[in-house]
């Protein structure tokens, strides 16, 4: 729960958080030393100063650093925590279902565990869908698109074996499927980025909600054109919203752009933890306010109403999160943990 | 001492030459940006530049361009050096190297990794991409001067060599648009406007809002690239016990504001 400096409670939920093992025991290959790394050089670039962790604790933090982080010091009401597997990098995956299952069962009310898969599996991809259904009962997944796996560099939403997937997830009711589409980091799949795919698969595929984290950033002009087309695409502000801090006046444009062609429905808060920390990235959205000529030019503000839906409401509605029901469950489930 | 002049006016001379190379996907030069890690000229006259990108990840059809364009610079160079170009700490570094060494087109090398590549497509849309945000900067900073909307787009050549602004990034990108619009259209004329669309068609004074509201969309988008790269750049050879040069990446990612805008929020 945050509280507003006027004394007004908002109810949190964090779209995107990861507990992963980036250690270097756990490294398969070169790969995933330079995966980790490329994230703590995002941390370290974007966070304000007084957050910054040192690496150790960055490659492999742990779960009381994650409750503490989200819902102690952080105001979390709830976290979607999403699976990466990326098992050509890493030797027991970054963070698989699994893990993140292993987390949540302290504080099941706390957390939504999304899932993952990789169609190009094939069948193995449909038949761990089910299992995902069966054992976690998952209402969501994690898609990477540029996922290595063999030979393979990347694939595509709209590729055969996708679409399979996505007719079982929408048979077993598994309606939020959030699709990394950020900046290049595996880049010689020039289209594992690429938001195209996005707008098929979700003209294909109404039953299902299309949550783009990072928003597509940076081909926020093509995002925003398919969401527009769009009923059921969403943006999820990770990587967006760190620019707060350091570069304010530019998250203003992105944040215009999206309230412009979106409206306030359709976003989505993540602080993308561990990358960065829920409580500072808040507070600043909190207190932010677009600068006044790029509110002017487009048209839009960002009012508290607005900061609340993104904050949480918008995310209660796509996992059906029954607010009042809620925090009656979370007051029961105190934390065991110290807060420091 | 004759040896010693030189070599200096060599080395400038080299400098010069990799500062005319930009990154296509930021439109800035690669010497501004620090992928130069070190470029020297030998005893013998010969060359040696090394080259690191923000990330382990960066394209590589985006090292490739660089690379190309630091070859075809260090082939201009007045003495004819023989010259020797190495990419660091790439996923594909080595495979760039062999390539670039070997005086390989860019399909060649990548052709086994990635299928297939149209790099002059890639060309057309950097540089479309550079002219739109260079004009994006001096349409905004002939407003920003209370220069009318017909007034802006009536402007030919004479009239837009003319005008002058305060240091900042109109001033910056003024001559640069004035390029990429020469190079984009050779053949106009003497009074044709100066601000078209990269398609060539006139903008009417009452469309002029819409098309820098497209033209925003395209800077976004590549100055998000931009701040990462730079920051990444910075942070990727610093653990966190420097980190405390973070006023130096703020000054240096503030640089990119507009400076009227600097201290907006």
């Known amino acids: ?340 | 001492m004759a040896t010693a002049s030189v070599s200096g006016s060599r080395e400038k001379e080299l400098w010069r030459r990799l500062g005319e190379v930009n990154d296509p996907e930021l439109d800035e030069a690669i010497t501004e940006m620090g992928f130069v890690e070190r470029a020297e000229v030998m005893g013998d006259g010969s060359v040696e530049v090394d080259f690191r990108l923000p990330t382990y990840w960066c394209s590589p059809n985006f090292a490739f361009l660089m690379l190309d364009g630091v070859r075809k610079g260090l082939d201009r160079l007045s003495w004819a050096p023989a010259y020797r170009v190495k990419l660091h700490d790439h996923m594909f570094a080595e495979e760039v190297n062999r390539g670039i060494e070997a005086g390989r087109t860019f399909g060649d090398i990548f052709a086994e990794l990635a299928g297939d590549k149209d790099i002059a497509a890639l060309r057309e849309t950097f540089s479309m991409k550079a002219f739109k945000r260079r004009q994006e900067a001096v349409l905004r900073g002939l407003r920003e001067h209370g220069l009318t909307d017909r007034e802006i787009l009536g402007m030919d050549l004479a009239a837009y060599d003319a005008a002058r602004f305060e240091p900042g990034e109109a001033a910056a990108q003024k001559p640069r648009y004035r390029a990429a619009l020469l190079e984009r259209f050779p053949d106009r004329r003497a009074g044709d406007p100066v601000f078209v669309t990269w398609e060539g068609r006139q903008i009417p004074p009452a469309a002029l809002s819409a098309h820098l509201a497209e033209l925003r969309g395209v800077r976004v988008n590549m100055e998000f690239n931009g701040a990462l790269c730079r920051g990444l750049k910075q942070t990727r050879y610093k653990e966190l016990g420097v980190v405390d040069g973070e006023p130096t990446l703020v000054d240096f990612i503030m640089d990119r504001v507009p400076a009227r805008n600097a201290p907006a929020v």
């Open chain 1, 1 to 340: 729960m945050y509280r507003t400096p006027d004394g007004k409670d908002i109810f949190v939920v964090d779209g995107h958080t990861h507990f992963w093992d980036g250690s270097p025991e756990n490294q398969r290959n070169i790969h995933g030393k330079q995966f980790i790394d490329c994230f703590y050089a995002y941390h370290t670039n974007l966070s304000p100063k007084e957050q910054l962790w040192p690496k150790g604790k960055f490659e492999k933090y742990s779960a009381d650093d994650l409750y503490r982080d989200l819902f102690i010091d952080g105001p979390d009401d709830v976290a979607i925590v999403q699976s990466t597997y990326l098992k050509d990098f890493y030797k027991d995956g970054f963070n698989t279902i699994e893990r993140n299952a292993e987390v949540a069962k302290r504080y099941p009310e706390r957390f939504i565990v999304n899932g993952s898969f990789d169609p190009r599996d094939g069948e193995k991809a449909l038949e761990y869908i089910h299992f995902m259904k069966e054992t976690y009962d998952v209402k969501g997944v994690k898609m990477y698109t540029a996922e290595w796996n063999g030979a393979s560099k990347g694939w595509k939403l709209t590729d055969p074996d996708a679409y399979k997937c996505f007719e079982l997830c929408e048979k077993l009711g598994i309606r939020n499927i959030h699709v990394h589409k950020g900046p290049t980091i595996i880049p010689l799949s020039k289209d594992a980025f690429d938001v195209h795919d996005v707008d098929h698969a979700a003209t294909d595929f109404q039953g299902l909600n299309w949550i783009i984290e990072h928003c597509g950033l940076p081909r926020l002009d093509d995002f925003c054109w398919i969401a527009t087309q769009e009923t059921n695409v969403y943006g999820g502000l990770a990587v967006a919203l760190p620019f707060i801090h350091l570069r304010p006046r530019y998250f203003g444009e992105v944040i215009a752009e999206l309230l412009f062609w979106l409206g306030p429905e359709k976003l989505l808060f993540g602080s993308d933890y561990a990358i960065w920390t829920p409580r500072w990235l808040v507070e600043k959205f909190w207190a932010y306010q677009i600068p006044q000529d790029i509110a002017a030019e487009r048209g839009v503000q960002l009012t508290d109403e607005i900061k609340e839906k993104i904050l949480g409401l918008n995310a209660t509605r796509l996992y059906n999160i029954d607010i009042d029901a809620k925090k009656k469950a979370l007051a029961s489930s105190p934390f065991g943990i110290a807060a420091e």
